[in-house]
């Protein structure tokens, strides 16, 4: 949980709690990891691997909406800057 709290930038308390939750709508699922029983493993249920599909596909549907709304060039000009804002490094 470790690692997922880093990557996440969360307080491992929390990282643990989204875990709890997620695990708990049949999300994700946790084993314990075989060369080392204290690490946990965590991986996507079909359900879940379901809802990220489900998401992305309604967030490519949202940016070619919104391509074809602003243009070509504004979309790539929009996505370099928002590149650079995510980029930058977070205040604490």
Not at 12 to 22: F, I, K, N, V
Not at 29 to 34: G, N, P, S, T
Not at 58 to 72: F, M, V
Request: glycine share 4%.
């Amino acid at each position: 949980m470790s690692e997922l709290a880093a990557r996440s930038q969360l307080p491992p308390s929390s990282a643990t709690r989204h875990a709890d939750a997620l695990a708990e709508r049949g999300l994700i699922f946790r084993i314990a990891a075989e060369d080392d029983r204290r690490r946990i493993l965590i991986g996507l249920t079909k359900r879940g691997a379901e809802l990220v599909e489900s998401v992305r596909a309604e967030e490519r549907r949202a940016e070619e909406d919104l391509r074809k709304r602003i243009g070509a060039r504004n979309h790539t000009d929009l996505l370099r800057l928002l590149e650079l804002v995510a980029e930058m490094p977070v205040a604490d």
